[in-house]
T-cell receptor
Framework: DADVTQTPRNRITKTGKRIMLECSQT?????MYWYRQDPGLGLRLIYY???????NKGEISDGYSVSRQAQAKFSLSLESAIPNQTALYFC??????????????FGPGTRLTVL | KQEVTQIPAALSVPEGENLVLNCSFT??????LQWFRQDPGKGLTSLLL?????REQTSGRLNASLDKSSGRSTLYIAASQPGDSATYLC??????????FGKGTMLLVSP
């Protein structure tokens, strides 16, 4: 089984709808991240969480919210989806061994299309 | 604000060639640098991680170097194969313990 899973894998929705993307990890890591990837813009950080009680905004948090339901679960919500939120969304997780020694492990991505 | 640049944006080579991908970053105060591979429409897979105190890391045909003072890293791929075709992403871990990514180099290795 994959270490980091994302649901759904693909989603088409309409402008104004509320959407939730879910992420689960089995690596036992404390740190979890949400990114979006757009052609020509690379990966940009939306939100990140260092533990269940710690939530931080990333570079592009406007229009998004998150919930850290448990150590293993981190959800991203689009309160009122708009077309420019059409992108590939990735969840990632990392441990804290040695302070900064661990790599980030990525989920397979969710392709979201907002019409 | 940290900025990461990757050159070239795209590269096409025949099978068997050795090649170098370049990554530069503007703020040398980093904890580590990571190279990832991404296949079309897929997630990222970590290839190599270089701590700020290290100069290079090797894994099989891949070798990554880091010159923190000059803000540069290279990923060397020896004897390229068609299966190496993918996008390669460089990312640096800085203050705040978050990664800043470059836009990637799209590599095509033809048989």
């Amino acid at each position: 089984d994959a270490d980091v899973t994302q649901t759904p894998r693909n989603r088409i929705t309409k402008t104004g709808k509320r959407i939730m993307l879910e992420c689960s990890q089995t690596k036992g890591h404390d740190r979890m991240y949400w990114y979006r990837q757009d052609p020509g813009l690379g990966l940009r950080l939306i939100y990140y969480s260092f533990d269940v009680k710690d939530i931080n905004k990333g570079e592009i948090s406007d229009g998004y919210s998150v919930s850290r339901q448990a150590q293993a679960k981190f959800s991203l919500s689009l309160e009122s989806a708009i077309p420019n939120q059409t992108a590939l969304y990735f969840c990632a997780t990392t441990g804290t061994s040695g302070g900064y020694g661990d790599t980030q492990y990525f989920g397979p991505g969710t392709r979201l299309t907002v019409l | 604000k940290q900025e990461v640049t990757q050159i070239p944006a795209a590269l096409s080579v025949p099978e068997g060639e050795n090649l170098v991908l370049n990554c530069s970053f503007t703020d040398s105060a980093i904890y580590n640098l990571q190279w990832f591979r991404q296949d079309p429409g897929k997630g990222l897979t970590s290839l190599l991680l270089i701590q700020s105190s290290q100069r290079e890391q090797t894994s099989g045909r891949l070798n990554a170097s880091l010159d923190k003072s000059s803000g540069r890293s290279t990923l060397y791929i020896a004897a390229s194969q068609p299966g190496d075709s993918a996008t390669y992403l460089c990312a640096v871990l800085g203050g705040g313990s978050t990664l800043t990514f470059g836009k990637g180099t799209m590599l095509l290795v033809s048989p």
